[in-house]
């Protein structure tokens, strides 16, 4: 009758689906072994399937011991199971358009995390990887099909310039990634965060450095608005 | 034929509206008042119409010499003119639902800010004023009118955390704009912008301190897509 | 007759108890082995008892060579003995009541810090974890219980924004505790520093990152005094 | 029936005092005139007496327009009103004992701001002001009249050690204010507040630079628990 | 027979133009009126001419009335006087080809500092003003002849993302000149320094934040290797 | 009989020249009108003198009403008297040597301050302005010079490169003085102190920026020590 | 017919060399293994020669087991490869003249990215280390070499005093790399980087920290323009 | 002739002795095995005995493998070597008085390393550890002794406020060592820098974060100047 699930050590959000439309998702990070299978249980057990980030290669090994049929994707990080076989099905075939574009190849991690992130709610997904703005024709010769996405992610390190062209060159909304890509000054991604916030170009919001699931959440709201779909 | 208007102290992006949907809008803080004068002249003969931000009361009395019919808000510090007297209309009537929120009473120059640009772009706004969390059962109270919005505006200042508690009650995304109020260790904003940024809540997106107009722009943006709206 | 034991690496505050009414702790991060085991059985001597925060695994099992009994708890890191068996049995039956509540799971070690400091010094402590406020339901389902404390410590990483919400629910003073859990722009726990310390709402005061000892320091202090009981 | 009366630009926290045993305060810096003076009306009739905090000498001007007996105090900034004469009766015969230090002479508006806020509260105060730690022998000589407090507040700039030093000889919490006194490194009072967090000594917790209003506030919850008055 | 000359508050280096091929210049601001007058009668004396930078309305009138000839640009805001009459003149039959964009209409002044400063050393300069990123078509149909130039000097403020754009497009240096416009995050000019330190493209160097001057100098330099000629 | 003077609102160390060998200085910055010419009087009755910092014209009028033989140097910002007339007398005839460097022009200010407060304790001082390594010639044909002092004082702005290489000619102590002058990235003076504080050089310690007052004091204790005189 | 050559996870500027005069060059640092061997083997393809930069041993001997001649310098992190053996070749009979020094030993690293890259570009290029301000004579001694230069590069940590030192010595430009060694304040690089971006040296422009590689091209660019020669 | 003697990768400053007074000392830390053999081989043979700081001990047997009378201390990190047997001699007879005190135990390290420079240097050493602020009566009860010294070296971490109170206790220099023990906020001694550099004592002077060796140095040069003797 409560609203979310007591663990003690943690308190499952049982109402977030029927609250926000998205149910509750594992952010690994951090935590301890005994919790992190305990929860992944719980959910498996409530929603019929988990979706958690930044997982490790030792938590997916954890997990897996618990829960045989958990999925790992080393670069993006994503640990996901499903008790029926959904969680494998579900990557192709969404809605509308969301399209990811990084920097460079060392932002592609981040992107997906965005882009398996929006695939696993629902949403159609196209990858446009390597385009940074210091060979500004790659992508300029990408911006007829960026601009046909309902939201464009646009993850970038260094000095993630790329959102200030991308946002000057389309209509719908850019959610702009930081990435802690770079050396020196880039100061762990603060550089690119900043840039980005300070952008001279419209229609352009930002999210913590590195966090492509947020991306990928916001994109997914966004998306499913202009699909007149609310989940 | 070239898709800006060369002015040489400036180029007037005349292919945006056509490109992204919007038309040139003039960021007034720091121009030179021959340059705003002219820049104000040559939009209103291409466009009919301008909306300038972050206008100073001199500016004003500068540029009505020029266009006797320009209107200005002292609170939001928004300056607008229109060949015919559209400016002053089109604020009640728009499309869909955007919400504009704030952590207290010295946040709302830049929800105006937020408001009125987006009621500008055609968008119908709701204004929720004064529901920071230290009183948290006031914010709760309008929960049911918040999650009505197609987007959400969140402006707080201090430690702006009343971003994280919205992001937690709707389905659709929430624009965070940090603002300057505060003092000592809120550093002119940044401390806000820190906490928007790394907020525990899904679904929000941040821009820069005291940016009302950049709000108000994506949260019209999100709402035109919600209403099968193009422009 | 001097007020403090010289053991020439360190200087033992033996006259602390009788001035604040608190013996002396150890902080054994980065302490040299040598010096530590010779640190505890200097105070085990003198009083009977010995607290040490921030203790590691190999701190622990050095210690042990010398003093057998000691304890270790793996999730708080504290590592305490006592010349009788005291150590492991004050815990339950304290007085008045402390409540320390986290914003997530990870922030569970520096919650268990303050709690079994502020047991070990004698208070009653109630553990309320995970009531983020992106899930603002659960603080609130437990607001009356948090309101009966005289004191509540509230431990959040991220964005921190836990402590205004709960500062604008209760009557006595919270004790705010920064964690170092997040990534990119939290910066290792300043941004949620940053958020506590400029927090709305009335009756916060601020510790230093993940400093749950000092957090169950001053909570002891300030129940003790609402308890009549100076130690 | 509201839990707050609403004025659209401001709604104020009618619930307040019942809910955390404070009225609530008004913040007056940055406030526009017209509503400064709609929010004394207001409270007044409602509460029969305001207090507020950081009101300048204009602000000052303006409300005594519309409420000719309003009290300002230059060196705190505080400006309060009361329907009867109370305002100017209750600041002497307080509960319990709160103590204010300086570093410096220069630290006084913001220990003034502290000490009115903690004696329009209820609680009794006494200042001890420039006892800097560069003078040691000034603060040890007032050591026994400190102790006797139930809550020190620390106020001090530059470097800001003071709390320290008075933290190593209290039994009772030190709240300590940093302060934007200073120059060049002090970074406008950063450097104390940094100083103040970091600090050896046990039993000080810390609020926003130049918060006096804040530490008064808290003092004044431990001050009530201390003497068994809850409001 | 010293290589400067002793002035006591100053020692002016006669002989840098021998050993860096450019004469003495004066930072005029903050410094006290009387050096400021005795320093430019003491270069006019010697060099027959003077440059002085950052000079204000101020300053000029008070060296106008010692020196009547001198010339003053608002913008700019450049002092310059000669013993002869050349000082008006050599602005426009300069060598090579140094190219001076902007990203905005605010970052005119800083430009305007690089392009006479350029010209005063005997440059041609080409100047292309509001080419910000937020609209690329604009600094696209500039690029052929962006890269004509020997040395492109980049002003930008806000998040300063042009330089990358440029430092992708041409064969030869690019001199990054962040600037203080901009507002919130941009920390006066900070994030657009910290975003042209981290640029990806190759070919960029950078200067302090408006220093519009260093820029016109680094790019005579480079000009004058171009051309073969050393001054 | 107690070791300092009560005012109040100030603790007037008396005790101190016997503890130091140096009265206590007034900083003026920031004082109260009425509490600067309290102290300044009750200075001049214990000892016979006073010396202020950072005293600005108003203050110098101000302290002039009540003591008219003040005297005030509106370049170093001191302002002092004497009972005598021995303020006006002791500037040069002191023992040992200091000699104070600046990097430029406009840090003057600040070297005045150092040299008049080392004046003012008794040392001979030697000033060398404007040698900033730039043009590195000026310093090398003053190193003999230099090296004869007891202790050099260096002060600089902008990059603050100067004490370096100072630092490596000389055999006693050099005292670096951060100063504010620069711009942009000088964040004032910050740039200047951390490139001191990093010196590769030996021999070299820091103060805070634009603190000319505590490099005198330093430079006097060292001068003391060298000329085997205490006080 | 593309500008570009389309790996997906990497888009290969091929039209780089063409537009700029320089190959594309790969920055090996957090590339993944599967990643690097395909675009060192499409670049040989295509180029029939690879430079990179910043890689690890375990990266050299991965492209190795692809690439069997791929040559490797472990001090300055090169992994560079050639159809046919000109990698080993074009080493020293370059054009004009690139010096570049160091201010310690600790700093070779970087300075040898930078020489390398000069040298691989067709650039002569001359190493004077160990040269900084501390023992000024050094640099000194060699002034006449290193005025021979078209470019100089200086690589500096801790303080990075040395460019302002040199910048005031000669004519051509200095382009200032700073490093992470230091320690402490340092701030791994940004200290030297404040001190390169204030110089009060004309004729300074900076990369970022340790970025030999971006000095190595800058210099080229300027080495070319000297000797007439566009690649 | 020349005053270094140049081994290409390092320009050991030969004449440094005579110049400063002090031979020449290696910065071991990042050096690369093979360069430090080679200086400690020259040093030794130039000098006769070589001392270098920041040693660790994989260095230590490598150095040793070419020096087998090399020493090494763990705790202070030196790695001193002498053509006789003179470096383990000289430790205890030493002239003057300087005295090292620590805020803590884990300052210990950097407090070695300055006590053994300036004994290496010929000074005479008196160490006091672990009187930190907390319990300030364990430094008053070492006031005399600490007056007794020329200079005091004082190292700190957390709040480093003990510079603060032992400046107000003597009549000679302090030289404050900020060290990076601590965690949260304090940023790696960043915190304790910035309290001492704005320290409101006088007669205090910071030297980088964890310098002991930098303050041994100045120390000596101050005890030498006091005992009248230059080296």
């Known amino acids: 009758m409560d609203k979310y699930d007591e663990m003690h050590f943690a308190k499952l959000d049982t109402d977030r689906e029927k609250r926000t439309g998205f149910p509750e998702v594992v952010f690994c990070e ?10 992944y249980k719980r959910l498996l057990e409530n929603d019929g399937r988990v979706f958690g980030t930044r997982a490790n290669l030792h938590q997916y090994e954890t997990v897996k011991t618990a829960i045989p ?24 075939e969404g809605i509308g358009l969301i399209t990811v574009c990084t920097g460079g190849t060392a932002d592609i991690p981040v992107a997906e995390e965005a882009a398996e992130t929006a695939e696993y709610f629902g949403g159609r997904v196209k990858r446009i990887y390597d385009v940074g703005v210091s060979g500004i024709h790659r992508v300029l010769s990408k911006a007829e099909e960026i601009r046909e996405a ?49 952008s001279c170009a419209n229609g352009i919001t930002v999210v913590n ?16 608005l202009a699909c007149g779909s609310k989940n």
Chains 1, 2, 3, 4, 5, 6, 7, 8 share one sequence.
Do not use: F, H
Request: glycine fraction near 14%; charge should be negative.
């Open 150 to 198: 309902n939201c464009v992610i646009v993850v970038a390190g260094m000095e993630g310039a790329l959102a200030s062209v991308i946002g000057g060159l389309v209509e719908n909304p850019v959610i702009a990634v930081p990435t802690s890509v770079g050396y020196g000054a880039s100061m762990g991604g603060l550089s690119a965060l900043l840039t980005m916030i300070n």
């Open 30 to 39: 951090g935590k301890r072994d005994e919790y992190l299978v305990q929860i």
């Open 69 to 92: 049929g958990v999925q790992y994707n080393e670069v993006s990080k994503i640990l996901k199971c499903a008790a029926d076989d959904s969680a494998s099905k579900n990557t192709s």
């Open 209 to 224: 450095i590195d966090n492509g699931y947020g991306a990928g959440y916001v994109a997914t709201q966004i998306n499913r």
